[in-house]
């Protein structure tokens, strides 16, 4: 028997201190911080535009139509960069931002970016039909046939709208996720056959110029950030830490738990974030699943608690010892240091406990804990959760039964989360599990009083 | 999704606001009768400006003022992009010495303001025969009228030099530019004495 017997888990019995000092707190000043960038950024785009265009030379509509084009083609050029920069987990990003927050904004600065995109290249062309007096099909014909690289922009916003419309909830929700990250790989084409046009065609950067060095400098610091968060980052991440299966052990029906060696583990993350983890054994290395960690680093091992629901995690059950392990991560801004306040609620539900289980190591003492669970037998990691509760002056709540019983319901709504966590108002409470859940119990802390900015979330589906 | 419409209606917002802030007064016209007015008042523009270094086929000519045109809209010139260089174009007399037989002489035409930017035209004469035709300026200060002008300024060079005249086919696409060309070209051939068939 190894030493990972779930009883003696939790770094609680041997080695450091029993009790977990919490990490200092940091304010989501990082979030703003870079927000402002984007947006002095995006002026900047637009300033170009502002400097190159003289005052009153707008002085017909053919004109018009260009000047607008023009506008919403460095916006959308700059957009572009930014929806691939903020996929490209860099680690400061991912920190400063959140994994969560990051994939919201990657997809509303998507989706503006294909209007945009749509509204400039016919702004353009309606705006050069009009002021050559031509028809936009005859236009559009001149455009492709005589300018340098149109045909490749052309390509760039098809594939652009494509990938529109397959993110759209209702039609990416039936595809394979690893078919839609496959699809979602020809964005990298839209970057590299809408830049020719930009350089050839652009008004305000075909010529070599502040503005002409400022766009070079962006498309460095992007593929700069791909680089190092897609290549470079993960491989000295991996090669440093040498991560491997150590043990996987049963935790109830469906659920186990995955325990890795490795070196330097204390470093490797936070309790709290999760990675995407591929595991290289045959019939597995294909994919990578996003798992969080299910208890703080403790320097020995690392652990992941998996619900086997699919045929992939069914498989990981039978991974062997010593099978190597890829993770890309540490992802996600779902940790201690986004507390604002002294105390925390903690909710979990379903197999969501497992971050939870980890960060109510690292939060400050005196945490509530409410783990929803649908029976008895579905509830995982117990004795160990109550272990860490006794030694944090923590309590845990188990609520369990159907979502249509009476207990609950209660614990959905305004009123029945004042009643379990009286101070409910003045805690960061942190929440995982089933997006569904995890709505319903947002909306109840709400009605209690919960200011928005103290609930934090991780998802799980991204 | 809420974020994205708060975006998008920015966006478009800021797009209107940025270019009414840019636009002239009345801008609602149609580009051809901007065009036309512009053509109208390029017949008096013989812009010439002091002479460059090295500016153009013929030098030691005296500089003239540099004269403003207006655009149409009665504002000082300014087209697209920085300004233009200042041009060194031809104001070579029509009582020119004839030079010395079996000599080529480059002659420059009067520029012609297109609303794309400056059209001249050079000619070649060599006992009074015309056997080059040449551009000394097209249109280019936006990709698009480079790019037009790249692929049209050979073009009609070789069309007035077969039709030893200013009659000939204009371009598709690049009418303005095609009509200032002429003009231009006409400029030239006054300048140089050629007579057209």
New interface residues.
Partial sequence: MTFFAPEQTGGLRTGGPPIRRPPRAHSLAGRDVILVLLWVGFGVG?YV??R?????????????LI??GR??GL?AGYLLLMVVLLRSRVGVLERLVGAEALS?WH???G??LV??VLAHASLILVG?A?????TWLHELS?LMG???DMTSAVVAVCILVGLGLLAIRAIRTVMPYELWKLLHLSSYLVLLLSYGHQF????QL??PGPARTYWVGLYVVVLAGLAWGRLIGPLLFNLGHGFRVADVVDEGPDVISIYLSGRRLRTAGRAGQFFRWRFLAPGVWLQAHPFSLSAATNGRWLRLTVKTVGGHTTALRGLRTGTRVWAQGPMGSFTATRRTRGRALLIAGGIGIGPIRALLEELPLGASVIYRASSVDDVVLRAELDRIAELRDADVWYVLGSRYDAAPRALLTGGGMLQIVPDVRNRDVYLCGPHGFVRAARSALRSAGVPRRQMHDTLFEF | ?R??ML??AG?VA???L??S??????????????AADNAALAVHAAVSATPTPGGGPVDGLPSAPEITVP???G?PA?T???TPKPTATATRPPTAPKPPSGQPTNTLGDSYST?FGYVTVGVTLLNGKLTAVFTDELPAD???S???SD?WGPVLCQRALTAQSTTFDTAT?ATYTSLAFKQSLQSAFDKAGFATR
């Fill in positions: 637009l535009w502002w190159d265009t003289p005052t009153a030379s707008l002085n017909n509509r053919g004109e018009l000047g607008a506008i919403l916006a919201r997809r509303d600065f989706g503006v209007v945009t050069y009009v002021l050559d007096d031509v001149v005589e300018y340098q050839a065609n652009g008004q075909f010529r | 999704m974020r994205a975006s998008l966006l800021g797009t209107t940025l270019v802030l840019k636009s002239a007064p009345g801008a609602s016209r149609l580009p051809g009768q901007v655009t149409a809209s504002a300014t697209k992009g920085p609303e936006e990709p698009r480079k790019s037009l692929k696409g």
